[in-house]
């Protein structure tokens, strides 16, 4: 057969691929991915099963030291903005949350997507699932899915107060939110007219505090304590710099591990964005 005639079946391939990824109302296997968006049809949630997701194409990504196994590690799996198209959405659903089975929500903007090839792990060393145990990280189970990219390498771009960006490597991930930036984390930015510190605020607050603190439906539910209520305990200096890097010092029974490594910097422009930050402003 010639290479021309191969390609009206790579397309129907393609289409019927697509065509299988329908969505399930519930979830039957543990390993069922809860999924939700602006589908077409008009569908806004659903389950996929195991077996779909592995249908679909995979890719590979090594990653020398993976920090939630403390190994070397191989991933299969499919990249995130190749799952979007699949299920029918476009470009417009440019900010992801991969939400994890004890309410961790991790954020994945626009520009983290571009820059790095994410992918949604179906096996690691060639292993599922159900041989990844628990993280060495933080001792959480890693089932059922996990998200991470090969060697990854921080933005100059992104350096905030002589901190880093960090690889966001969810796991225990059981749904993804396909959402918009305008109705999700442009919410969170501050006016015009904010002052420099508080803008490099903002950056950590988005990268470093989302994940645990929701606003509205989109972030983190794992703290317990919403976005607004960070903003009140700003006016408290005291409180605020010893709950950010040493949160049972404040309040015994807080689940937060506390950001040890930030200095007084980054607390600083931590505390500029969160004072400057208007209540009014987050219903746009």
């Avoid at 691929?17 to 569908?43: K, Y």
Wanted: proline content about 8%; overall charge positive.
């Amino acid at each position: 057969m010639s290479p021309r005639c191969l390609i009206p079946l790579l397309v129907a391939w393609t289409l019927s691929l697509s065509a299988a990824l329908e969505l399930h109302p519930a979830r039957m296997s543990p390993t069922d991915l809860e999924v939700a968006g602006p589908f077409p049809g008009g569908r806004t949630n659903g389950f996929l099963r195991r077996e779909q997701l592995l249908a679909l194409p995979q890719a590979l990504a090594t990653n020398s030291m993976d920090l939630a196994v403390k190994a070397p590690a191989v991933y299969r799996g499919i990249p995130l903005t190749e799952l979007r198209a699949e299920l029918g959405l476009g470009p417009a659903s440019d900010t992801l949350f991969a939400v994890c089975n004890d309410g961790y929500a991790a954020s994945f903007p626009a520009d983290y997507l571009s820059a790095f090839r994410t992918l949604l792990i179906h096996e690691i060393n060639g292993k599922g699932p159900e041989t990844w145990g628990r993280s060495r990280q933080t001792g959480l189970e890693m089932a059922p899915y996990y998200i991470n990219v090969g060697d990854f390498r921080p933005r100059p771009a992104e350096k905030v107060q002589g901190h880093d960006e960090g690889a966001r490597f969810p796991y225990g991930v059981v749904r993804i939110e396909f959402r918009t930036a305008a109705s999700t984390i442009d919410r969170l930015r501050l006016r015009p007219g904010a002052t420099d510190l508080a803008r490099a605020g903002e950056k950590l607050a988005l990268r470093d505090c989302l994940s645990c603190h929701g606003h509205d439906d989109f972030g983190g539910l794992r703290s317990g304590r919403p976005w607004l209520l960070l903003k009140t305990w700003s006016s408290n200096t005291n409180y605020f710099r010893r709950y950010v890097v040493n949160p049972k010092s404040v309040q015994p029974a807080s689940k937060m591990p506390g950001i040890k490594f930030y200095d007084d910097p980054a607390l600083d422009a931590l505390q500029a964005y969160f004072r400057e930050l208007k209540p009014a402003d987050l219903r746009r």
